[in-house]
């Protein structure tokens, strides 16, 4: 496990050494302050609803472009090789790149903790929707994660790692809404595949154990798919 | 030290390796011959745990490589073909991430990156990504991250290919100066380069061992023939081949052309190989009054060995 850490650590400090990192975040940072602030005086209620509303929609185009580079970068240059006959295992390798993607979204999320702080300025803010829409919002980074991350093992292109994770991403926040196409004999079920159905109930503030459980399925799932292809790659 | 029975690699129909069995002794610098994708590559990548064999067992040390793949990986160092490293990382970064996964601690991990530094001769890139140096300092990193753990065994995928002669003459001279106390596999399609370095040879083809031991007794067991070249002053040549066509073990004698209007005689010798003939030669000259200037026997080259054993049949 000392490894997971080691492959966490360098993996994090690349995501600083290289202008992805910094392009992401920014247009991350101006996407949701314009969609948020253009509407946010329109309502006049002191609250983050509507930038956590957002985020289901933004996350399925900016967790895949963090971890498309995660393994096509490491495949196409051949390094893959070189990481794998040092003596770590496939879930070291896969847990620590996991981790540093998570890590790099919270980092991401942390300048729009000014948003709160500005608004508890203009009027009376809730605190316990905002800290579960966060908590959320690093559950769903870390579902898309691993669904990228995925993504990313599957191809030694980067560009078709960002269209697959985005495809699958997208998919879990949509299905919810499409559940007017189906037979209701399966609207529960698909219903609760949905992305954005868990992330919802986080961030009004109740933390319910099936959502978490929701995020932590979906999680595991790509990781598993990932240290299954790793697998077969041999 | 390593054991390999019968291992077999297929890439979906393709066969890459086929039943190859070899064992390599402790100390034992071990060159990788063949032509380009005989399976070199391929037996080393499985050697290392990267790829898994189709059939077969390699044992490292009395543990098996599928059941204890981090204890092999644990005492091997492999340089991979070509050195693929991560662009954007710091030469120093990166060999204090090698130490890291290969568990140095503090202070050993700082000592053991400055003696690496030294002896691959990296000091002076250390603060650049390995993205912008040359292909022979990228090579050098890599054979800094294989050593970084004192491994002892030591597997180098191609470490010469696409290098200039003073590097190739430089990494041989590493590898020299480590191969004393290790176990080194090299793979390779340049034979000057097993003859410069290794002590034994296996040599692949089509994803089978075609041949396999010392140098010396490859040449031998290629059979054929071999040269002798002498030179006689005094002698007709007419006089002098049918003296020596006479030396039972002699098929052909040949004279090379010398420069115009000299009186010494330059003759080549084609002798099969079951004998050393020199001796003979020199009795039948000393009776006449040729005088011998210069006998000497080539011996054939790894070249032509391989050549013989590699070629399509």
Partial sequence: MRQVKHIFIKEFRSYFASPIAYIVISIFLLVTGW????????????????????????????????????????????????????????TDVVLGKFLASVAFIAAMLIPTISYPVTISFLGQLDWG?????????????????????????????QII????????????????????????????????????????????GVIDSRDILYFLSVSFIGLYGAHLVMQEKR | MIHVESLTKYYHDLCAVDQINFDIQKGEIVGLLGPNGAGKTTTLRMLTGFLRPTSGSIRVKDYDIDKY??????LIGYL???APLYHDMLVYD?????????????????????????????????????GVCSKGYKQRVGLAHAMMNDPEILILDEPTAGLDPNQIAEIREIIRRIGKEKTIIISTHILSEAEAACNRVIIINQGKIVADGGIETLRQSAGGEYLINISLKNAGF???????????????VNKVVGEEG????????????????????YQRVKPTDWILLELHQETQSLEKVFQELTKES
């Fill in chain 1, 35 to 90: 969609f948020f602030f253009t509407t946010f005086f329109l309502f006049s209620q002191a609250g983050l609803r509507n930038f956590f509303t957002l985020l289901p929609v933004i996350f399925p185009f900016v967790v895949p472009a963090i971890t498309m580079r995660l393994f096509s970068e490491e495949l196409n240059i051949g390094s893959y090789e070189i990481l794998l006959t040092m003596p770590v295992t496939f």
């Fill in chain 1, 129 to 157: 929707p905002v800290v579960g829409g966060y908590i959320g919002a690093v559950l769903l980074g870390a579902a898309f994660s691993a669904i990228g991350l995925f993504a990313s093992s599957l191809t030694r292109n």
């Fill in chain 1, 161 to 204: 790692a960002f269209i697959i994770g985005v495809a699958i991403c997208f998919g879990l926040t949509l299905i919810d809404k499409m559940l007017f196409f189906l037979p209701r004999s399966l609207l529960g079920f698909f219903g609760y595949l949905g992305a954005d159905f868990h992330f919802q109930n986080i961030s009004k």
């Fill in chain 2, 69 to 74: 793949p981090l204890e092999i990986k644990k």
């Fill in chain 2, 80 to 82: 991979p073909e070509s």
């Fill in chain 2, 94 to 130: 990166y060999l204090n991430y090698v130490a890291d996964i290969r568990e140095l601690d503090g202070g050993r991990k700082k000592s053991r990156i400055h003696q690496l530094a030294d002896l691959c001769g990296i000091n002076e890139i250390m603060h650049q990504p390995i």
């Fill in chain 2, 238 to 252: 007419e006089a002098a081949e049918s003296e020596l066509r006479s030396i039972d073990g002699i098929n052909r």
């Fill in chain 2, 262 to 281: 000299e009186e010494i005689l330059h003759l080549r010798l084609t002798c099969r190989s079951s004998a050393d003939l020199r001796e003979e030669i």
